[in-house]
Nanobody
Framework: QVQLVESGGGLVQAGDSLRLSCAAS????????MGWFRQAPGKARDFLAA????????SYADSVKGRFTVSRDNAKKMVYLQMNSLKPEDTAVYYC????????????????WGQGTQVTVSS
């Protein structure tokens, strides 16, 4: 059974940085594109960033471009989201997701999801 487990969330102050991690199991990891999304209370799940299986192509939402960086380590079956210059509006539950084979920006395009990790940014 495929599992994606996010970690690294927490409570930080505006301007701080966090690195989220997502560990995959029971997945041919290098064949899957990986995406990061977030969902704030009462809002839709929004695309943040994605990376192809080889890591050769990246995609970012305009709202996080220049502040967030997605990366992966296929040997460890891990994907990361480095988040810098965090703002209170970044407060949300953050999810990683897996999709074969190519990147998508819509949540419905992803086959597997983690349970999410809470990120709270105080002002």
């Amino acid at each position: 059974q495929v599992q994606l487990v996010e970690s690294g969330g927490g409570l930080v102050q505006a301007g701080d940085s966090l690195r989220l991690s997502c560990a995959a199991s029971e997945l041919t990891f290098s064949a899957y594109s990986m995406g990061w999304f977030r969902q704030a209370p009462g809002k839709a799940r929004d695309f943040l960033a994605a990376i192809t299986g080889s890591g050769g192509r990246l995609s970012y939402a305009d709202s996080v471009k220049g502040r967030f960086t997605v990366s992966r380590d296929n040997a460890k079956k891990m994907v990361y989201l480095q988040m810098n210059s965090l703002k209170p509006e970044d407060t949300a539950v953050y999810y990683c997701a897996a999709r074969w084979p190519d990147i998508a920006t819509m949540p419905g395009g992803y086959e597997y999801w983690g349970q999410g990790t809470q990120v709270t940014v105080s002002s």
